[in-house]
């Protein structure tokens, strides 16, 4: 088989799994938007976990929320290295304005597979918590996704 072939085929296959993570990402989403309001961390652990577990660099998402703490949006604001992203307060912002939220669930991965969370993710959080209280927006929880899910408000950290 020529190099091309093989090239062809690798690629064929790398186009299908990304379709078919995609889809399952899409399932999950609509499975956590019909239960209607985020309540517990565990709720939405699976769609973080499909959404953000299989990378090799990290990624820092937010889940926006209403009043009745139901999805309006899910978006990645940053993108890092291997060890780490670098995350602006003043972006999160924006978007929460964009979105006109009222609550946000920050998530971001550990590629390494260890989700436990480091110094820098707590003080990530209170950064971001601060920047978002002077808009009037809560921040509900911050998930770290690993090989399984960190919440930093279980840990009183939020």
């Not at 926006?64 to 670098?86: C, N, P, Q, W």
């Not at 999160?92 to 939220?101: C, T």
């Not at 597979?113 to 009037?136: C, F, M, W």
Request: glycine share 6%; charged share 25%.
């Amino acid at each position: 088989m020529s190099k091309q072939k093989a090239n062809d085929i690798q690629a064929q296959y790398l186009a299908c799994d990304t379709s078919i993570l995609g889809r399952a990402e899409e399932v999950l989403r609509k499975r956590l938007e019909r239960l209607g309001s985020i309540t517990d961390p565990e709720q939405a652990s699976s769609f973080l976990r499909m959404r953000l577990a299989g990378l090799d660099h990290e990624e820092f998402h937010v889940i926006f929320l209403d009043t009745r703490h139901k999805i309006i949006a899910v978006e990645g604001l940053f993108r890092g290295t291997v060890d780490g992203s670098e995350v602006h307060p003043r972006e999160v912002v924006r978007a929460a304005m964009r979105h006109n939220a009222a609550a946000v669930i920050l998530t971001h991965n550990h590629p390494s597979g260890n989700p436990e969370p480091s110094a820098a993710d707590r003080a990530v959080t209170a950064r971001v918590k601060q920047a978002l209280a002077l808009i009037d927006v809560r921040v509900l929880d911050h998930i770290v996704v690993g090989e399984r899910t960190v919440s930093l408000a279980a840990r009183g950290w939020v």
